[in-house]
């Protein structure tokens, strides 16, 4: 199994509900990663989990809150949203080396619209 | 911090054309630079990489270049097809870290 699995594909949402993004790997990947993407800009880098562990959080705000139950599981906790958190969310995962130099699968993503 | 410099913004090609998209960065300790397609609608996608102890990398209609002195890769896409349409984000990054840092993306069209 070479892919990520994002669910759901699609999301939308009231600014009071709480939500659930789910993303699965099976590539024995122990860095899992949580990234936001407005449309024709880079991903921009949330949470990264190395060793089930959180080792960065790039200062976002508290109504995205991240776990990773195991190695192969990553979530994504939504609460209390706002507008502009409209957008795809995509995780990833790679490999571990201390050299550091691997690529990212990509999850095809989840388009979450906030109303 | 690694910062990286990605020209042009669009690109528009005639089919079978030839495309090249640059990169340049700026931390000279950074030693791996995957480029990723990103179709719309679709997952970015690693379609090649290159490291740094190597100068150029090729796959079929692909190839990367690197020049380590000068701080700037690019890729080069012969033989464009419309199927090649798509936004292309080169990274970088340096040993002992696995986080890239991404420029800003080219926009490639490729008009039939």
């Known amino acids: 199994d070479t892919e990520v699995t994002q669910t759901p594909k699609h999301l939308v949402m009231g600014m009071t509900n709480k939500k659930s993004l789910k993303c699965e790997q099976h590539?024995?990947?122990?860095?899992m990663y949580w990234y936001k993407q407005k449309a024709k800009k880079p991903p921009e880098l949330m949470f990264v989990?190395?060793?089930?562990?959180?080792?960065i959080n790039e200062s976002v705000p508290s109504r995205f809150s991240p776990e990773c139950p195991n190695s192969s599981l990553l979530n994504l906790h939504l609460h209390a949203l706002q507008p502009e958190d409209s957008a795809l969310y995509l995780c990833?995962?790679?490999?571990?080396?201390?050299?550091?130099?691997?690529?990212?699968?990509f999850g095809s993503g989840t388009r979450l619209t906030v109303v | 911090g690694e910062n990286v410099e990605q020209h042009p913004s669009t690109l528009s090609v005639q089919e079978g054309d030839s495309a090249v998209i640059k990169c340049t960065y700026s931390?000279?300790?950074?030693?791996?630079f995957p480029w990723y397609k990103q179709e719309l609608g679709k997952r970015p996608q690693l379609i090649i990489d290159?490291?740094?102890?190597?100068g150029e990398k090729k796959d079929q209609r692909i190839a990367v270049t690197l020049n380590k002195t000068a701080k700037h890769f690019s890729l080069h896409i012969t033989e464009t097809q419309p199927e090649d349409s798509a936004v292309y984000f080169c990274?970088?990054?340096?040993?002992?870290?696995?986080?890239?840092?991404f420029g800003r993306g080219t926009s490639l069209i490729v008009h039939p």
């Open positions: 989990y190395s060793y089930e562990k959180l080792s």
């Open positions: 931390d000279s300790a950074s030693n791996y």
């Open positions: 290159i490291r740094s102890n190597v």
């Open positions: 990274a970088a990054s340096k040993g002992g870290s696995y986080i890239p840092t």
């Open positions: 590539m024995g990947h122990r860095a």
């Open positions: 990833a995962s790679s490999q571990i080396a201390p050299g550091g130099g691997y690529g990212y699968t």
